[in-house]
């Protein structure tokens, strides 16, 4: 069964460094998501991705943030300079549409901000 | 805006029993999508149930089934005849339907422990 995948599992990363997660999403379909769950707490959408360009993000999602889909197959969020705050657990999914359509959601990759 | 409430933490079942989740939500919009994740200890998000709102039938699935009540906005989960591997975190979570977009807003979770 096909399905979504994210690299690496575990990031650690200092204060004001950059990172880049990693993501493949399912590959006939069509949109893109990253949440995160910071633990113990609920999950939270930062943005959605369609036709190559960000369809809806939250105020979560700020200048720090950004999204690529570099070549065909992978789906990147970059975080440009890393607060402790932003340790959680980071979430791709991705659905062939919206709406009802099922979002299939990766392993996650748990970043650490130190 | 749209929020969703599960306002049960933590809830526990006996195995082989039936256990219901409890979930609210508060949307403008008329068309919309209900979910039920399911994420066990290693993480990773499984869908367990879907509801589409202007649908009256309550959605079933094996041993899983809500119970939809629109106008209440509330949309519960009932497990029957629990298991073991049932134990795991639950999310309701609302789509709006929008043809560009599919965010997905999620509640606090439930924790669900399974005794046996």
């Known amino acids: 069964e096909p399905e979504v995948t994210q690299t690496p599992s575990h990031q650690v990363t200092q204060m004001g460094q950059e990172v880049i997660l990693r993501c493949v999403p399912i590959?006939?379909?069509?949109?893109f998501y990253w949440y995160r769950q910071i633990l113990g707490q609920k999950v939270e959408f930062l943005v959605s991705f369609y036709n190559n360009e960000i369809s809806e993000k939250s105020e979560i999602f700020d200048d720090q943030f950004s999204v690529e889909r570099p070549d065909g197959s992978n789906f990147t969020l970059k975080i440009r300079s890393t607060k402790l705050e932003d340790s959680a657990m980071y979430f791709c999914?991705?659905?062939?549409?919206?709406?009802?359509?099922?979002?299939?959601f990766g392993p996650g990759t748990r970043l650490t901000v130190t | 805006a749209q929020t969703v409430t599960q306002s049960q933490p933590e809830m526990s079942v006996q195995e082989a029993e039936t256990v219901t989740l409890s979930c609210t939500y508060d949307t403008s919009e008329s068309d919309y999508y209900l979910f039920w994740y399911k994420q066990p200890p290693s993480r990773q998000m499984i869908l367990v149930i879907r509801q589409e709102a202007y649908k009256q039938q309550n959605a079933t699935e094996n041993r899983f089934s809500v119970n939809f009540q629109k106008a209440a906005k509330s949309f519960s989960l009932k497990i029957s005849d629990s298991q073991l591997g049932d134990a795991a975190m639950y999310f309701c979570a609302l789509n709006r339907y929008n043809t560009n977009a599919g965010k997905s807003t999620f509640g606090d979770g439930t924790t669900l422990t399974v005794k046996p």
């Open positions: 590959s006939n379909h069509l949109y």
């Open positions: 999914a991705s659905s062939v549409g919206t709406g009802n359509d099922e979002q299939y």
